[in-house]
């Protein structure tokens, strides 16, 4: 139970990481708030925390929508009265070539994948500061580190939230709130749906465990850093790819 009584946000949490996260942080201990824009999504995920034992808050909500996350957060407030932890994990790809790549495209990640993390952590920095306690993690990729083809878009906003991990570090650190990344490989979700079987099988080679990652893989790492075994880690950036970028 390591996050025992811990008011952790996490968003994208109807699926994939998100949802294995909000599972893991059940598991520990943690009151669990779950964000995403699908409705049905958060109710089933909301359910499958409480089946677990777990105190659980569902909002079905856009990230880019700030009014909304300042609602958010202060119905949380209300009801649990501290948030402890958030966890910026949705994030979306819409993957062209440089030269093919519309204005729209360019964005609409940046709009989820960059302002909403900013929006998200922005809506929580105070009260974490207030209570001299917090942690925030982000959602990088190795993408954001080492680029990948067809990823201009993603690849930036990946690299940007290493950028907003660094600078709250800082900032935030000396009020006793700790900010990391994580930067997972490929992980087996259905945000690699659109990517081609061939370039899957490419990937698995790649990696020294000849293996993608699993979700609950994300989620363990996600919940060490939420915890206080986690407490000297700050400014970090943690990547969980099988030794993909040896
Ligand atoms: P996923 O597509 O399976 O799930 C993302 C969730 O975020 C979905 O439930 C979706 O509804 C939600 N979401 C999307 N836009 C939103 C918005 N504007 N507001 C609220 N919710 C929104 O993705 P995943 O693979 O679980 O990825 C989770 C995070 O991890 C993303 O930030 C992704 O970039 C990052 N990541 C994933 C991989 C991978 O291989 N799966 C690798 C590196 C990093």
């Given at each position: 139970m390591r996050l025992k009584n811990k008011v952790s946000i996490i968003t994208?949490?109807?699926?994939g990481i998100g949802l294995a996260t909000a599972l893991k942080f059940a598991d520990e201990g943690a009151i669990v708030i779950v964000c995403d824009l699908k409705a049905e999504g958060v109710k089933a995920a909301v359910a499958a925390v409480q089946a677990r034992g777990a105190q659980a808050l569902g909002f079905a909500l856009n990230v880019t929508d700030r009014p909304a996350l300042d609602a958010m957060v202060a119905a949380v407030k209300e009801k649990f009265?501290?948030?402890d932890v958030l966890v910026n994990n949705a994030g979306i790809t819409k993957d062209a070539r440089l030269v093919k790549m519309t204005e729209a495209q360019f964005d609409a990640v940046v709009d989820v994948n960059l302002r909403g993390v900013f929006h998200a952590s922005q809506a929580v920095a105070d009260t974490m500061c207030a209570q001299g306690a917090g942690v925030i993690l982000n959602a990088s990729s190795v993408v954001g580190i080492y680029g990948n083809f067809g990823q201009t878009n993603y690849a930036a906003t990946k690299f940007g939230v290493i950028g907003f991990t660094k600078t709250w570090s800082r900032e935030l650190g000396p009020k006793g709130v700790r900010c990391n990344a994580v930067a997972p490989g490929f992980?087996?979700?259905?945000?690699?749906?659109?990517?081609p079987d061939k370039v899957l099988d490419h990937m698995r080679e790649q990696v020294p465990l000849h293996r993608l990652g699993k979700p609950e893989e994300i989620a363990n790492v996600y919940a060490f850093l939420a915890s206080?075994?986690?407490?000297?880690?700050?400014?970090a950036v943690i990547e969980v790819s099988g030794g993909m970028t040896v």
């Amino acid at each position: 139970m390591r996050l025992k009584n811990k008011v952790s946000i996490i968003t994208g949490a109807a699926q994939g990481i998100g949802l294995a996260t909000a599972l893991k942080f059940a598991d520990e201990g943690a009151i669990v708030i779950v964000c995403d824009l699908k409705a049905e999504g958060v109710k089933a995920a909301v359910a499958a925390v409480q089946a677990r034992g777990a105190q659980a808050l569902g909002f079905a909500l856009n990230v880019t929508d700030r009014p909304a996350l300042d609602a958010m957060v202060a119905a949380v407030k209300e009801k649990f009265g501290r948030v402890d932890v958030l966890v910026n994990n949705a994030g979306i790809t819409k993957d062209a070539r440089l030269v093919k790549m519309t204005e729209a495209q360019f964005d609409a990640v940046v709009d989820v994948n960059l302002r909403g993390v900013f929006h998200a952590s922005q809506a929580v920095a105070d009260t974490m500061c207030a209570q001299g306690a917090g942690v925030i993690l982000n959602a990088s990729s190795v993408v954001g580190i080492y680029g990948n083809f067809g990823q201009t878009n993603y690849a930036a906003t990946k690299f940007g939230v290493i950028g907003f991990t660094k600078t709250w570090s800082r900032e935030l650190g000396p009020k006793g709130v700790r900010c990391n990344a994580v930067a997972p490989g490929f992980v087996e979700t259905p945000i690699l749906a659109t990517v081609p079987d061939k370039v899957l099988d490419h990937m698995r080679e790649q990696v020294p465990l000849h293996r993608l990652g699993k979700p609950e893989e994300i989620a363990n790492v996600y919940a060490f850093l939420a915890s206080d075994e986690a407490s000297y880690i700050n400014g970090a950036v943690i990547e969980v790819s099988g030794g993909m970028t040896v």
